[in-house]
C-alpha cells in the first residue's frame, strides 16, 4: 500500500506532502507516514525547514471519523506523539494551508511553528458537533494562539472563521496565493531570513477570557445535558487558562476518551454520514448532467412561498414570485423584506445586503413571467384539485427542460405530475416551515421523474443550504406520515385523560425542541385540520370516528394555535399555558367516542405511545421503499421536527431500544387498547429483525 504521505525536498526546505483523497483525513498509514517523514527529516543536516502541505481540494479536515468505530478501539495518542515531535523540531516547521483546515488538521497546524494560507482558507474545530472534543491538544494549543476567548467560542460553536479573522487572531501568520507547495517553500525562506526563533503554540502564555465568559459558557452547556461535550470543552479551555500545558493535555485526554465512547457522539456521528449518504441516490449516477438553474419562480407569497424565496435570494438567484392578487403580493413581500430586515438588526446582514437580495425578487400577477424560470415551485395551500389546476398552468407555460415542483406535504406527486402533461419534469420539493430557516428538504421522487430533473433538485438544495432527503411518493411523504402516527397518538392520550402538558414534557425532556401539542399550535392547528380532513376526503382515514377527532374539534372552534391565542394551549403572546377547557373538550370526546378515560397516565407510556408507533411506521416505510435507507429518516426527524440530534433519530434510538422490544411494547398496546384499526400491527420487517439484527445494518 502506497503511503499518504511523502517526504522530498527542494534545495535546503525538507517537504512533506499529504496526499490522502477525499479529504485528507488523519488514519493510521497518514500517523505512520508522518513520523517515517519526520525521521528523514531529523537525519538530514543539510535541510533548515520543513513545509508541510497538502494535495487535492483541502489541507487535513480532521481525523477519518469512520476510525472512531475501530473495534480495537481508537487512541488519539499515536497522533499527538508525532505533533509533539513535529512541534519540538529545533528547525522551523511551515503549515501552508489551504481549503478546509478542519479538527485534527488544524490541530496539526497548530504543532507547526508558522502557518501561512491561501485566501480561500477556513479553520475550525467542529468536533463538539460529533459529540467530542478536539483530542490533540486543540484545546489547549489553540487558547496560547489566539486566547481563552475566541478560542472558547471556536471549541464550543465548531464554526469555521475565514482567513481575515485567522490572521487578525494570530491563528494564521502570512496570507499568500498560489499552488500550497509554492507559498509554503516561499513561507519558509522568508522566515530563514528573519533567523527568528521557532515559535511553539505549548509555550505560549494564554491570553486569558474576561472575568465571567468561563462562567457563563460553563452555566450555557449545563443547560444541554444532551450535549456533555460543550460541559467538557469549557473544562479544557479553563485547563489551558488555569494550568501549565502538560496538565491541560492531561484534562483533555480524559475528556476525550470518555466522550469518544458515548452513545450521544456516536448519534452525531451517524447523522454525519447519514447526511452524505443521502446524498447518494440508487439508480442515479454521481455525474448526471444537471439542468441550469438561472432563475426560479414560486405560485404564492405566503408564508411558505415568501420564506422559499429567500433561499434562492440568499445565493443570488433572481426569483419571481406569483400571487393572485396584488394585496397579496405586497403583502408576501412585505413579509420577506420584514425577515431580512430582522436579519440586519441583529448584524447578520448589512443594509446593502438586504436591498441586493430584495432585488432579486419580482412580484407578479401573470403567469407569463414564469416562462424563463428554469424552476418553478408552487406553494399554494393544501388542496388537490387547486394544486392540479396549478400544475396543468405550469405545464402549458414553463420552457421545455424547466422543473417543476411541488411544495405538498402530503398529496400524491404523481397525481400533480400527470397534470402538467410532462411528468417526467416533475419532482416534490418540501420544505419545512419557516422556509428560509429549516434545514430539511424532503425531496419527493415521482414515479416519472427524470433523473437529471432528481439530480439537479439535490444539487440545489446543498447550494441553498438544505439537506435533502430523497422520499418516494405516498401519503405525507416520510416526515408528515410518521408524524401522523404521532399526532394520533397524541390525541388519543389527550382523550384518554392526559394534559397536553403531560404528552409535551414526555418527549421535551427527552430532548426533544417541542412536543406535538406544542408543535401543531405552532405549525397551525388549522392547518393539521385541513389536512386530515382533505385525507377523509381522499379514503385515506381509517373508519374511526375518534380518529384525528381532536384536532377537527379544535379547528371548529376557532383554536388554531398560537396565531389564535389558543390551541392545544392557551397562549400569552408565545407563552403557553395549560387550559381547562380542552380538558373539558377532550372529555366530551371521549364521552362521545366511547374512550375510557383514567385519572393520569405515566410518562413512560406516553414516551412508548408517542414513539414505538412513529418507529413503527418508519420501518413500514423502508419496507416499501419510500425511503432508502434508515438513516435518511433519521435525518429528516433530527433536520426538520426537532427530533433531538444525540440521540440519532427515530431508527437510531430503534436500534438502541432493540427492536425485540418495541414488538413487544406495540403487543402490549394492541392488548391493552384492542386494535380494530389495524395502529398497533407491527411492521413486518420488524419482526424480520427482531431477534438481534440492528437497522443500522439492514441494506433493503
Ligand atoms: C477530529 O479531527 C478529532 C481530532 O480532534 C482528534 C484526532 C486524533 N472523516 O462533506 P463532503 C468524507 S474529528 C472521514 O461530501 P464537502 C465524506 O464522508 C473530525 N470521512 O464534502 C465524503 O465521503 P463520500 C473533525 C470524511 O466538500 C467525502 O469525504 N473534522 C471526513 O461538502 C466528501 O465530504 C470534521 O468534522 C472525515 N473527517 O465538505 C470535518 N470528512 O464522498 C468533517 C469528510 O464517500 N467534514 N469525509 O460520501 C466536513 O465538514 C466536510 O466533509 C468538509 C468537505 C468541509 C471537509
Redesign the pocket.
Known sequence: MTSPITFTQEGRIGLILIDNP??N??SGPFITGLAKALDRFEAADDLDAVVLYCAG??FV????????EDPSG???KP??TVLARLEAQSRPVIAALH??V????L?LAMACHHRVARPDTRLG???V??G?????L?TQRLPRLVGAELALDLVTT?R?IGLQQALQAGLVDKVAEGEPRDIGLAAAEALLATDAPVRRASELDVSPAPADVLAKAEAEAAKKPGWPQLAAAVRCVRAAQELPFAEGEAVEATE?ARLLPSPSSKALRHL??A???A??IPGLPRDTKLRPIRKVGIIGAGTMGGGIAMNFANIGIPTVIVEVSDAALQCGLGLVRKNYEASAAKGRLTAQQVGARMNLLQGALDYGALADCDLVIEAVFENLALKQEICAKLGAITKPGAIIATNTSTLDVDALAQATGRPADVVGMHFFSPANVMRLLEVVRGTATAPDVLATVMKLA?AIGKVPVVSGVCYGFIGNRMAEVYMREAEFLIMEGAEPTDVDAAVESLGFAMGPCRMLDMAGVDVGAKTVIEHGRAGGLPDDPSYRALVQKLFAMGRHGQKTGAGYYRYEGRAPSSDPQVKAIAEQLADRHGIVRRQSIGREEITERLLYPLINEGLKILEEGIAYRPGDIDLIWVAGYGFPDFLGGPMWMADNIGLDVIAQRLAHYAGQRGDAYGYWRPAALLGQLCGGMRLAHWKG
Not at 61 to 66: E, N, P
Not at 102 to 105: I, M
Not at 132 to 136: E, N
Open positions: 477525499p479529504v483525513a488523519i481540494r483541502t479536515a480532521g481525523a477519518d471519523i469512520a476510525s472512531f481508537f487512541s488519539a497522533f499527538n481549503g478546509t478542519l479538527g485534527g488538521g490541530e474545530l467542529p468536533e458537533k460529533l467530542i472534543i478536539p483530542g490533540s486543540g465548531g469555521k476525550f454525519f454520514f447526511e452524505r449518504e446524498a447518494k446543498t
